[in-house]
């Protein structure tokens, strides 16, 4: 069901080194106004840059069949209470893309 049924990967590294397979990420939700984080602007753009760059990476390295093959669909951003159960439920293979104009 993706993060809308939880985050939580219970697993240890091992399985996936044995594999030869990569865990990555690019964090989008770094907060720059809590407490316990750098205030440095510096900091923040630099990381900003490295995120912008990891994103030109996956554009580049992914192509349409590969975005194709986990779109579910489109839906308007009215239509969010209704597929919310549905997504929770595992209801809904891949991903939405909700257009906030429609």
Do not use: C, N
Not at 22 to 50: F, I, K, N, S
Not at 91 to 98: D, F, K, P, T, W
């Amino acid at each position: 069901p993706g993060v809308a049924g939880g985050g939580e990967l219970a697993t240890s590294v091992y399985p996936f080194i044995l594999r030869g397979v990569r865990l990555l990420g690019v964090d989008q939700t770094m907060p720059y106004d809590l407490e316990g984080y750098p205030d440095d602007p510096q900091r923040w753009d630099g990381w900003r840059a490295e995120r912008q760059r990891m994103w030109a990476l996956l554009s580049e390295s992914l192509g349409d069949d590969a975005i194709g093959a986990v779109h579910a669909g489109t839906i308007g951003l009215a239509q969010l209470p209704e597929y919310a159960p549905k997504i929770i439920g595992g209801e809904v293979a891949g991903r939405l893309l909700v257009d906030v104009k429609a």
